[in-house]
């Protein structure tokens, strides 16, 4: 079968289209036919390598898996052959800590991939591969943030950074589908243009507001907000503080612009703020998802469907940012 192989960290160029070996799924194990592939910014970091975290090489990325069952490892009768299915990217590694497909493990980009069916969550009729290829990691990630432990309520108001990408979009649509007051902050008129389509209330440009908590402050009348997603780190963490009401909170499950942020705990105590985190996701998160895609709550956002063989232009979309929504790979 065909795969992306990456031998080597480095750029774009590591990554090789090859001829492997098909998998054969054990006792236990399924195989699909892969569908459709979410890229991720993991997937980049699996590529470039990560300090302090060794990935071992040769190694196939992609953790976000739709695809259709094509055989039955000894024991399964969990599922079918023909069966649709979206995959948890979620593994437990033998050291009992949980891991993810396509950096932990093989993941995949590839033309068929087996997986323990413990891992498989059944694909309704009317939700595409693609759609539910856009689904574990960022908008999985998403939802642990706002609804399981952000406990999102009906009506709130809520500054989402970094709005534009995966995860920002998918929290767009899940604060939207409750009703609630949406500051959406990007970097571009053209991004800030498409947030607006997907319901935000209110565009907030990091170009033109670099002190964006000033500015949000300003629509509220002086008074923060009750939510704020900060998954960039870096120096936006005291703005963010700055962003919250009393009694507010902040949600956090990353730090793509740096894990130090400089910080001013006085307003934490002051304002009398949470500061609540969120790792990654679990299954019934993704099953939660699948009903609201299923039922059109939530639409997931692809920005770019591409071939096998374009796996590399798709880490350039997300790299250069030039990608608003979901990259989707199919093999």
């Known amino acids: 079968m065909k795969a992306v192989v990456i031998h080597e960290h480095g750029g774009r160029d590591k990554l090789i289209i090859e001829e492997v070996a098909d998998p054969v799924p054990s006792s236990g194990d399924i195989l699909i036919r892969v569908k459709a592939v979410g890229l991720n910014y993991l997937d980049i970091f699996v590529r470039r390598g990560m300090p302090g975290l060794p990935i071992d090489l040769p190694r196939i990325s992609g953790g976000d898996i739709a695809g259709e069952v ?14 649709r299915l979206l995959i ?8 009992e800590t949980i891991g993810a497909l396509g950096e932990s493990a093989t993941g995949g980009l590839s033309e068929y991939f087996a997986i323990s069916a413990d891992n498989a969550i059944p694909l309704p009729d ?39 990408g995966g995860v920002g979009t998918g929290a767009v649509q899940i604060a939207k589908m409750l009703g609630c007051e949406v500051f959406a902050a990007a970097s571009s008129t053209g991004k800030l243009a498409q947030l607006k389509s997907l319901g935000a209330d209110h ?22 907000v009750d939510v704020v997603v900060n998954y960039t780190g870096g120096d936006s ?15 956090t499950c990353g730090a793509t612009a740096g894990f130090e942020p400089p910080t001013d705990i006085r ?33 997931p956002v692809i920005g770019a469907v591409l071939p096998l063989e ?6 350039r979309l997300l790299e250069d940012r030039e990608i608003f929504g979901k990259v989707i790979i199919t093999p």
Request: no cysteine; proline share 3%.
């Open 88 to 95: 948890d990217p979620a593994i437990t590694m033998p050291d």
């Open 203 to 224: 565009l907030v440009n990091y170009t033109e507001h670099p002190e964006f908590h000033r500015y949000v402050r300003g629509i509220r009348g002086g008074e923060g």
């Open 70 to 83: 094509v055989a039955l490892g000894s024991g399964v009768d969990s599922v079918s052959i023909g069966q």
């Open 267 to 299: 307003y934490i105590w002051r304002r009398e703020m949470d500061i609540l985190g969120s790792d990654g996701w679990r299954r019934q998160d993704l099953i939660d998802l699948l009903d609201k895609v299923q039922d059109g709550s939530i639409i």
């Open 237 to 251: 963490w005291v703005r963010s503080l700055k962003a919250v009401r009393h009694g507010g909170r902040i949600l």
């Open 310 to 315: 374009e796996t590399a232009e798709g880490h």
């Open 126 to 164: 009317d939700v595409t591969y693609e759609q539910a290829a856009a689904l574990p990691i960022a908008y999985g990630t998403a939802w642990r943030m706002l609804i399981t432990r952000g406990r999102l309520q009906v009506g709130e108001s809520i500054l989402i950074l970094g709005a534009s």
